[in-house]
């Protein structure tokens, strides 16, 4: 890539660090979406909560989340969830999965939403989790 000759080295140096860290980004995101350990979450979930009736069209990571830990629109039948939640125990993202999930069901945060998403049976343990960390980011 070429930078205009006008950019001071400031500029430049800055313009290269906003270029290295979109593309780490961007190869951060494939590469946790190419494991499918989301769709394979989700697909046990599922099965173990809803009886395998709920269909998606697409479950992955995203890295422009940044106060979301995930999100799902029910309308289109997709789930995001920030990569962030990767790094996060196993139980914690599977509560992430399951909250989303519920999504597809209950398009609101109603009281069957919430009947749906204790379903798992972690659910207050990893809500309680997400709450303490230092900037808790909140789910869609």
Known sequence: MYVP??????EERE??????ARLTKRSETRRLNA????????HRLNERHFGGRLRWESIRYV???ASLMGSCTPEDRTIR??????RLPDWVRDYVVMHELAHLEEASHSPRFWELTERYRLTERARGY??????PPTLG
């Open 5 to 10: 000759a006008s950019l001071s080295a400031a």
């Open 15 to 20: 313009w290269v660090e906003k270029m290295v």
């Open 35 to 42: 494991g499918r350990s989301l769709e394979a979450s989700a």
């Open 63 to 65: 890295t422009n989340q």
């Open 81 to 86: 969830i920030s990569h962030r939640v990767a």
């Open 130 to 135: 997400l709450m303490a960390l230092e900037n």
